[in-house]
């Protein structure tokens, strides 16, 4: 029987082997990590991420062919190929500081694989990667291999939080790069194999190393670069009476566009984007290509100031003050079907608005409060680090209260925002929430999801991103 390792059990590692191990009975899969604590809840009925139908896949599965632990040297000794899911955070100091990746875990992963392996193993990349990351992790193997023969293999994931099980289910393709040696080639199909069990074979790509490490990272790029693109339109639009829905609906029917990605919001968050962007701007800038690196940098700048923006908004609209005021947030997580806050917009709405000394009522389906007292107490990049290696006890952020259901958010509040499109808040009573607000009640839609007029007609002043002004707004400056 085939044996598969990952090392790693986060928001990758753990569905991706749930699903191998659902979709390839006759395969033994083991999720391995140090922690203590994230080993536990995936052995436990309250698993540590929220994914749709991920707990369906691991209670068929566990005890069976899949199993989570913390002896990772046994494990990864007895696999034949081993996965590599583990954070590959930015730097925030040294050389490539706030924008190259930081490989201290993946060399350490690396290090380890190459000290207790003593058969010959296939080691796979699943954490997104600068281009290169192959070469250097071939070397430390190669290095300290007694005689033991190692294959690398690039298989970037292209899941999407809130759809990852269907995503891996029915993926638009699987990409998977070796070298091109009859040993690298022997190792992608036997991986190919693997995926083969269920995906259709034109849509398993076989590349080199460099090309799958390098797609991950572009095609993270195209798709906020698209947002970044209809957000910037969407200040245009509120600029000249536009309705940015009205727009992208009609770009996005252009069938060399596409309609995906074309919603304006108050900018893009998750694991990925902007760290990929980041690390696509430092392999530009190591390569003598500072035009290249100066237009990607300028998709994070456009995501930056879409936040920037909304904060402005809501301050100028508040009589330019919105010290002392109650303010409800309602979403924290960067988008809808996940309880995933990495690098989501609200933490800088939120931060911004505590710095004007706002008190904010945050609430969130998905969202617990120790994790948005963490985030909003945590410098830039810590979040990307192993959770035993972040502040132990974030300081908690006073001006900030985390609450169970948008009601009680919204009682004696003075503005309420919508950080994410979560689809109840398309549901509530939004009178019986006027009803109980201070005046004149303010709403700033960071997602698009109300029904602007329906809440006019209420009594609310209401702000959408990228639509026509309220006749309240329409004298305030967009950004102060």
Known sequence: MVKICCIGAGYVGGPTMAVIALKCPNIQVAVVDISVARINAWNSDTLPIYEPGLDDVVKQCRGKNLSFSTDVEKHVSEADIVFVSVNTPTKTQG?????????????????????????????????????KTAEAIEKILTHNSKGVEFQILSNPEFLAEGTAISDLFNPDRVLIGGRETPGGQKAIETLRDVYAQWVPMDRIICTNLWSAELSKLAANAFLAQRISSVNS????????GADVSQVSHAVGK????????????????????????????????????????NYWKQVIKVNDYQKTRFVNRI?????????????????????????????TPAIDVCKGLIGDK?????????????QIQRDLSMKKFDWDHPVHLQPMSPTSVTDVTVVWDAYTATKDAHGLCILTEWDEFKKLDYQKIFDNMQKP????????????????????????????????????????
């Open 233 to 240: 339109m969407s200040a245009l639009c509120e600029a000249t």
């Open 358 to 370: 706002a008190k904010l009522s945050i609430y969130d389906p998905q969202v617990h409060q120790d």
């Open 315 to 343: 301050v100028s609209s508040m009589f330019n003050t919105v010290s002392g005021k109650k303010i409800a947030v309602l979403g924290f997580a960067f988008k809808k079907d996940t309880g995933d806050t990495r690098e």
């Open 441 to 480: 009640a303010f709403v700033f839609d960071g997602r698009n999801v109300v029904d602007v007029e329906k809440l006019r007609k209420i009594g609310f002043i209401v702000y959408s991103i990228g639509k026509p002004l309220d006749e309240w707004l329409k004298d305030m400056p967009a950004v102060a």
């Open 95 to 131: 050389l490539g500081a706030g924008k190259a990746a930081d490989l201290t875990y993946w060399e350490s992963a690396a290090r380890m694989i190459a000290d207790v392996a003593k058969s010959k193993k296939i080691v796979v990349e699943k954490s997104t990667v600068p281009v």
């Open 254 to 293: 252009d069938t060399r566009i596409g309609p995906k990605f074309l919603n304006a919001s108050v900018g893009f968050g998750g694991s990925c984007f902007q760290k990929d962007i980041l690390n696509l701007v430092y392999i530009c800038e190591c390569n003598g290509l500072p035009e290249v690196a």
